[in-house]
């Protein structure tokens, strides 16, 4: 459910990618120090929480040039601080969640064994953040039961609440503009993977809730409105936000980086639709 968080490389400077790709680089050093495995977990949606903390609290950043497992000839940079070590914890939260689910779903084996690796460091990291693991945990249920009602708002929200509170690190003057934005990048996330996994969802028969919407003659079109209503309202609590440094690197992916994915998965159901 994750990975649609992207940057819009194409409109992007140099120099606005190489900061986004430090912030990357950074995220990924610090999840291997939590063992290399770890950097499997690694996802663009939780890179863009990470950078989006930095820019809003300014923390005081470590910087370097180093090489790596994947970069192990040219020198890369790496930026991390506070935040990305919240980020890094996060994403191992949600990825020790999202493996049983997968487990649970399709019998995936992998997914099982690499909850099993993750089980000591989740289990330290819900020590930590009870509230939210008890949310992660409780929202996924939620998101289950909806999926069986068909209930396409129910499973949003429960999503929505889900990101929204990974979203916020800490209970300050920025808590409810984070927490809406999160809550309303959530619900856009969750529509378009349910969008995303339409066709195979109904060839493998697993619930989604627009297989009950996909029939209408408007469905493309109203999708098309949720998403750009989700989009927009997540957008509008980013700007209530006080961030300077890399706005306009967050402000591509907010406002574009987002929407690549959709515009990939709408072009070939169009494609398929007159192939028909």
């Not at 509230?131 to 249920?141: H, P």
């Not at 989009?231 to 440094?245: N, Q, V």
Request: aromatic share 12%; with cysteine.
């Amino acid at each position: 459910m994750f990975g649609y968080v992207v940057p819009n490389k194409a409109e992007m400077k140099f120099r606005e990618f190489d900061v986004y790709r430090a912030h990357y680089c950074g995220l990924c050093a610090v999840l291997r120090k939590e063992g290399q495995t770890c950097a499997f977990s690694l996802n663009y949606d939780i890179t863009f929480l990470a950078m989006l903390l930095n820019s809003l609290y300014e923390p005081v950043c470590t910087q370097k040039c180093t090489r790596c497992i994947c970069h192990p000839i040219k020198k890369h940079r790496e930026i991390s601080d506070e935040y990305s070590s919240y980020a890094a914890e996060m994403t191992i939260l949600l990825s020790y969640y999202k493996c049983l689910d997968d487990f649970h779903d399709d019998k995936n084996i992998i997914a099982f064994i690499y909850s099993r690796f993750l089980s000591p460091k989740f289990k330290r990291i819900a020590k930590k953040y009870p509230d939210k693991a008890e949310t992660v945990k409780n929202s996924l249920s939620e998101i289950a039961d909806a999926e069986k009602e068909q209930s396409l708002e129910k499973a949003a929200n429960a999503f929505g609440n889900l990101l929204g509170t990974v979203f916020v690190p800490k209970n300050d003057i920025w808590r409810d503009s984070l927490f809406n934005m999160g809550f309303y990048l959530g619900k856009f996330i969750y529509i378009m993977d349910a969008y995303d996994d339409l066709n195979e969802d109904i060839k493998k028969r697993r619930p989604n809730p627009l297989i009950s919407l996909s029939h209408s003659p408007e469905f493309e079109s109203e999708c098309e409105n949720l998403l750009n209503m989700m989009a927009a309202d997540s957008a509008s609590y980013f700007e209530k936000l006080p961030i300077i440094e890399n706005a306009e690197i967050l402000r591509n992916v907010i406002y574009g980086g987002i929407w690549l994915r959709y515009e990939e998965i709408r072009a070939k159901r169009t494609n398929t639709k007159q192939k028909r």
